[in-house]
Every structure is written in structure tokens, then in C-alpha cells.
């Protein structure tokens, strides 16, 4: 049977609270096993590697899995963050590449030097829909994809949603680029953007067309992963709601709304369409 598995972002754990100290990794860990998220995701670059590290016995302490969301700067910077990766024995390993060619012809030798350097390492490599990186354009992105038929994305479309500026009700080409993306995905992340900001309040009135439309995507991308993978396959969804500046603020640097809350919201959002959508197959299906 297909299975799914939530995990949670350590940075999404970050306060940056003007007044309230960081927790400690440790109490980070806590508190999102004891939430029953399967997971952690980590977000190294080159920079914060030994940071990172000190999180690793934090994994078989907690029973979590890992994830890592690959930042690297230069086209060097790769092989030794997917060693890393491979050091946390990470499930699912995406690359948010901060080396950006301006053409697609700049981009597909880079791919197929990232793809190549992962799988000498035995590292199966994501590349995920984020501004500011490689995949930084919807267009771009879709362009890529049709030059590189080995390359599998991680889906975050808050990203998409935000810089395309797409209008509600979605137009059926829209629609139909993200079910492109959707069918090249074998990860999944989430937020809730508007087509001004990369993350809203999930609870707030005025956004929940926002949010109808997110868990919208979110079922499509899953019912397209479950058609695709194998019976026994497992399918993983992070839970990324961001800090400030991700978290709106208010003229004291306090957030809008409760983000830990938020994040056991979606966790029991992702939990209900992926019952859905077994019901919806049937019992013989998966």
C-alpha cells in the first residue's frame, strides 16, 4: 500500500521573536515528534554545514527521518552538500541551486552535472520550484523540463503562484502548467501564497480562497504521485511555513498568527486529502 509520510521544516521552527530566544535543536526535535510528524528537513549551504551537523544524533534520538533542501552558490558546492545528505541518510534530497544561467541552454549541462554527481554518490536528486534559484520562473521551469526528461522536481507552488501573479479563478492554461509540474514531482511542499505574498495566515477570512485553491493543488499533485509510483511506494509532503520575513509581521516584528499552529493545521490538511484519495482509488488500487 502506498504510504505518506509529513514532515516539518527546522527552519519553519525558527522564532525570530524580538524578545523570545531560539529553542534549542533538541527542543525543536521534541516537539515535532511529539506533533507525530514522521520527519525533519534541513536547509544547509555550504555556510551553516557544521551547524547542520550538530543535528544528526537528533534523528535516531527522536525516530524522525531526515530531508535536506540543498543550497548550493557555486557549481562545486554540490557534491560535498550531497555528501551530507547522504551522511543524514536523507529520504528525499532537493536542490534550491543558487547558481542561476539566464537561458535554458546555460541550465541543462548544469542539470545533467548535478544528476551525475548525485548519482555517484548513489543520491537521488530533486530539483525544487523556488524564486531565486535555478528554478527560479514557471516558464523557465517547464522549458527545462522538456530539454532534461530525467529530471524530477520537488513542487512548492507558492513560489509559482507568486510570481507568475496568478488570478482566481485559475485559467485553464494555468492550470494546465501546473499539472505539468504536478506530473514531474516526486516531493511535495507546503505554504499558502497569495498573488502578492509568499505566505498567508491560514485562519485569516479574506484568504481562504487562497487556501481552496492550495488544497486544490495539493490533491491533484498527490493523486498525480499516487498514479505514477509503485504500490508500496512512499510519498513525502513537507510542512514549510517560513519566519519572518516569510511570516508577516506587525510594527513590532510579532507575527499574525500562530505558525506551529499553522503547521499542525496543514499536517491534518495533507493527512485528509491523502485518505481521500485512497477512497477515491479504492481498495484494490493502492
Not at 527552519?11 to 529553542?23: A, K, L, N, S, V
Not at 542561476?100 to 520550484?129: C, H, N, Q
Not at 492550470?175 to 509540474?181: K, M, P
Amino acid at each position: 500500500m502506498q504510504k505518506l509520510e509529513i514532515f516539518q521544516s527546522l527552519w519553519g521552527m525558527e522564532r525570530r521573536h524580538p524578545t523570545i530566544p531560539e529553542r534549542t535543536h533538541a527542543e525543536n526535535f521534541q516537539m515535532i515528534a511529539e506533533a507525530g510528524f514522521d520527519g525533519v528537513c534541513l536547509d544547509p549551504a555550504m555556510s551553516d554545514l557544521d551547524t547542520y551537523r550538530e543535528t544528526v544524533p537528533l534523528f535516531d534520538l527522536y525516530r524522525l527521518k531526515s530531508m535536506v533542501n540543498l543550497f548550493p552558490r557555486r557549481v562545486r558546492e554540490m557534491r560535498p552538500l550531497l555528501e551530507f545528505a547522504k551522511q543524514v541518510r536523507a529520504v528525499k534530497v532537493n536542490a534550491i541551486a543558487q547558481v542561476m544561467p539566464v537561458s535554458v541552454a546555460g541550465a541543462i549541462p548544469l542539470v545533467y552535472r548535478w544528476l551525475k554527481d548525485a548519482e555517484d554518490l548513489g543520491v537521488e536528486l530533486l530539483f525544487e520550484t523556488h524564486r531565486d534559484s535555478l528554478l527560479n520562473d514557471l516558464y523557465f521551469t517547464l522549458e527545462v523540463l522538456d530539454a532534461v526528461p530525467e529530471l524530477m522536481l520537488t513542487a512548492d507552488l507558492s513560489h509559482f503562484v507568486l510570481e507568475r501573479e496568478f488570478q482566481l479563478p485559475l485559467s485553464h492554461r494555468d492550470r494546465g502548467f501546473l499539472d505539468r509540474i504536478h506530473d514531474r514531482s516526486d516531493c511535495f511542499q507546503g505554504r499558502v501564497a497569495s498573488r502578492e505574498q509568499i505566505q498567508i495566515q491560514l485562519a485569516f477570512p479574506q484568504h481562504q480562497p487562497w487556501v481552496a485553491l492550495f488544497k486544490e493543488l495539493w490533491r491533484d499533485g498527490l493523486r498525480s504521485w499516487r498514479r505514477r509510483n509503485a504500490p508500496d511506494a512512499t510519498c513525502v509532503f513537507l510542512c514549510e511555513l517560513g519566519p519572518p520575513g516569510y511570516a508577516i509581521t506587525d510594527a513590532q516584528g510579532l507575527e499574525l498568527s500562530d505558525r506551529w499552529a499553522e503547521a499542525l493545521t496543514m499536517k491534518t490538511w495533507i493527512s485528509e486529502i491523502w485518505t481521500e484519495l485512497e477512497h477515491e482509488d479504492g481498495p484494490t488500487s493502492s
